[in-house]
């Protein structure tokens, strides 16, 4: 059984930083495309940032990019969102998302195993 685990949501006024985790179990995780998602009240889920297992490829959206960084640690099992210059329309629920052997797009259909959510809320 696959369980994917958040952690390190919290409120920070803008300009700020917060670092989020995942964990990852189940999965073979040095083989696993991982994601961050986030969804904000009456929006859909965004694709935040992505990591093809392959050559640890990366993505980030254009509201993101410059500003987050996404990296893991495959001894680890773990999947980290460093977030600096945070903005009040960053504020939603973060998500991770894992797929065993995936290397494509950052899309929300293609992932398979999510996390319960960790939010994140950034106060002007």
């Known amino acids: 059984q696959v369980q994917v685990v958040e952690s390190g949501g919290g409120l920070v006024q803008a300009g700020g930083s917060l670092r989020l985790s995942c964990t990852v179990s189940?999965?073979?995780?040095?083989?696993?495309?991982m994601a961050w998602f986030r969804q904000a009240p009456g929006k859909e889920r965004e694709g935040v940032s992505c990591?093809?297992?392959?050559?640890?490829?990366?993505y980030y959206s254009d509201s993101v990019r410059g500003r987050f960084t996404i990296s893991r640690d495959n001894a680890k099992k773990a999947l980290y969102l460093q977030m600096n210059s945070l903005k009040p329309e960053d504020t939603a629920m973060y998500y991770c998302?894992?797929?065993?052997?995936?290397?494509?797009?950052?899309?929300?259909?293609?992932?398979?195993?999510w996390g319960q959510g960790t939010q994140v809320t950034v106060s002007s």
């Open positions: 998302a894992a797929e065993q052997y995936y290397s494509g797009g950052c899309l929300a259909r293609d992932f398979g195993h």
């Open positions: 189940g999965l073979t995780f040095e083989y696993a495309g």
């Open positions: 990591m093809s297992y392959i050559a640890s490829a990366t």
